[in-house]
C-alpha cells in the first residue's frame, strides 16, 4: 500500500516496556524516524535509524528495523507517565531527482496506566 | 543553539482571506520543509526549499505556496482560505543527513 501505518493506541502500565510497531512503504528509504508530539506541541525528534542498520539503542529507547518486512518498532523501557503522548514513525521517499519530504504514519497514542 | 522558530503561533481568519505564516530555521540549516496537520488527513508534506530553491511539492492546490530567503528563513501562504485549511502548520529545517527539527507550529482556524 502506500501508508505508513501504525496502530492508533497502545495502552501500558507504568513501569513496563512499550513497544510501537510500524509498517513502511518505500524499499528506498534512507532513514526512517521516529517523532512524538505532546498536546498542544510540534514534533519532537526522538530517534532515527539509517536504512543500513538493524538496531539502534539510545537510553531507553530501542529501534527495531526489518527490511525485508519493512517493519520499524520503537521500545521505550521502563514507560513513564511523562512517555504519554503521540508517536510517529516517518519515512523519507526517493523518487527520482531527490527525496519527497517525510511521510507520516497517522501516529500511535501511548497511555500509561498507573 | 536557537531551534525552529515559527510565527505566529495561532492566527484567526476569515474564509476568502490570505495568510502568510514565517518559519526560521535552526542556524546553519538550508533547507526547510513545511506540514499540515489536521485530525483527518494527519501529517501531509507540503513543500521543502534548499537555497531558496523548491525542490520538492506535495499534493496541496495552487492556492499554497512559499518561499525561502537568503538567510534561510521561510515563508508559506495560502490564499483564498478555505474552513478546511484549518490547521496546525509545522515548519521543519534540516541541516546535513539528519532528522528533521520542527517547529511548535502555527495553528490557524479559518471562520
Known amino acids: 500500500g502506500e501508508d505508513v501505518e501504525q496502530s492508533l493506541f497502545l495502552s501500558v502500565r507504568e513501569g513496563d516496556s512499550s513497544v510501537i510497531n510500524c509498517t513502511y512503504t518505500?524499499?528506498?528509504?534512507?532513514?526512517l524516524y521516529w517523532y512524538k508530539q505532546e498536546p498542544g506541541a510540534g514534533l519532537q525528534l526522538l530517534t532515527y535509524?539509517?536504512?543500513?542498520?538493524d538496531m539502534k539503542q539510545d537510553q531507553r529507547l530501542t529501534v527495531l528495523l526489518n527490511k525485508k518486512d519493512k517493519h520499524l518498532s520503537l521500545r521505550i523501557a521502563d514507560t513513564q507517565t511523562g512517555d504519554s503522548a503521540i508517536y510517529f514513525c516517518?519515512?523519507?521517499?526517493?523518487?527520482?531527482?531527490?527525496?519527497?519530504?517525510?511521510?507520516f504514519g497517522k501516529g500511535t497514542h501511548l497511555i500509561i496506566q498507573p | 543553539k536557537a531551534g525552529v522558530t515559527q510565527t505566529p503561533r495561532y492566527l484567526i481568519k476569515t474564509r476568502g482571506q490570505q495568510v502568510t505564516l514565517s518559519c526560521s530555521p535552526i542556524?546553519?540549516?538550508?533547507?526547510v520543509s513545511w506540514y499540515q496537520q489536521t485530525p483527518g488527513q494527519g501529517l501531509q508534506f507540503l513543500f521543502e526549499?534548499?537555497?531558496?530553491?523548491?525542490?520538492n511539492k506535495g499534493n496541496f492546490p495552487g492556492r499554497f505556496s512559499g518561499r525561502q530567503f537568503s538567510n534561510s528563513r521561510s515563508e508559506m501562504n495560502v490564499s483564498t482560505l478555505e474552513l478546511g485549511d484549518s490547521a496546525l502548520y509545522l515548519c521543519?529545517?534540516?541541516?546535513?543527513?539528519?532528522?528533521?527539527?520542527f517547529g511548535s507550529g502555527t495553528r490557524l482556524t479559518v471562520v
Open positions: 516517518a519515512e523519507i521517499r526517493q523518487k527520482g531527482g531527490g527525496a519527497d519530504g517525510l511521510t
Open positions: 518505500d524499499s528506498s528509504s534512507t532513514y
Open positions: 526549499y534548499f537555497s531558496e530553491t523548491q525542490r
Open positions: 521543519a529545517s534540516r541541516g546535513g543527513n539528519y532528522g528533521y527539527t
Open positions: 542556524s546553519g540549516h538550508r533547507s
Open positions: 535509524i539509517f536504512s543500513n542498520m
